[in-house]
């Protein structure tokens, strides 16, 4: 095979369409979407937008490429009512796949009561919830093991599994360990010994690859998981499996 990242069959459980100002001035939209699941063998994309207040463009990006997205509806706790019935239309009109937090961007803590109604909602149309990981003092690990707690009923995806801090990565997979109905997605999270540890310790359905586009390149992402000392069969699982079976897809 000429491209060496594409052996495996991916979904790529966490990225982003949209453009991001300062201090990121990055953006991804569906062309370079559909180039880079092509070029790395990628199924499907678990799709983000690229804040809060852009939904719609997820909407028109899920309409044009209905057999390659899964959408996520973005929602910000400190909204409130708004953003909860709006939250509600998506999932109920829309048919969006899941529920994207992001307390860091958008200064609210994961445990706050403030998160409780979403959960309510994602919980009435049995929809994941996958929340940002890894920056104190909004997405810590113990916070979403706290929601997980409240929840325990609700699947929740810690994205980044920690993200770049060593503590906080193995808050994660301590949190996981002690409640399972969280999972870990492993994009960002520069330690590759820690996907297999986390593959062996808190399960082998529970830790799926997630590149996080526009933010890091997919060879990136994906030479991590290939050096973090699983075999074939175990790849497969984080690569496609896990988020297939988590996603409900087969």
Not at 21 to 37: C, I, R, W, Y
Request: proline content about 7%.
């Amino acid at each position: 095979m000429s491209n060496p990242f594409a052996q495996f069959k991916k979904i790529d459980a966490h990225s982003h369409i949209g453009a991001f100002g300062s201090p990121f001035n990055v953006n991804f939209d569906t062309k370079m979407l559909a180039e880079q699941m092509q070029e790395y063998n990628i199924e499907k994309t678990i799709l983000c937008p690229a804040a809060a207040c852009l939904n719609a463009e997820l909407l028109e990006a899920y309409r044009q490429m209905p057999d390659k997205i899964i959408p996520l509806y973005w929602v910000n706790a400190n909204l409130g009512q708004p953003a909860y019935d709006d939250l509600e239309h998506y999932l109920r009109d829309y048919d969006f796949a899941g529920v994207k937090m992001q307390p860091l961007f958008d200064g609210f803590t994961a445990d706050s009561p403030m998160v409780d109604p979403i959960m309510e909602i994602a919980r009435k149309y049995t929809k994941p919830v996958f929340i940002h990981c890894g920056h104190p003092p909004f997405s810590l690990p113990w916070q979403i093991g706290l929601l997980a707690e409240r929840h325990p009923d609700i699947p929740i995806v810690m994205i980044h599994m920690g993200h770049g801090h060593g503590v906080y990565i193995e808050g994660s997979i301590n949190m996981a360990k002690k409640y399972d109905n969280l999972f870990l997605e492993v994009s960002g999270m520069p330690m590759g010994c820690q996907i297999k540890n986390a593959y062996n310790c808190v399960g082998s359905n529970r830790v799926m690859f997630g590149i996080d586009s526009p933010f890091h390149h997919p060879s990136v992402e994906i030479q991590r998981v290939l050096s973090c000392g699983l075999n074939d069969s175990q790849l497969e699982d984080v690569f496609y499996n896990n988020a297939c079976a988590f996603m409900k897809l087969k």
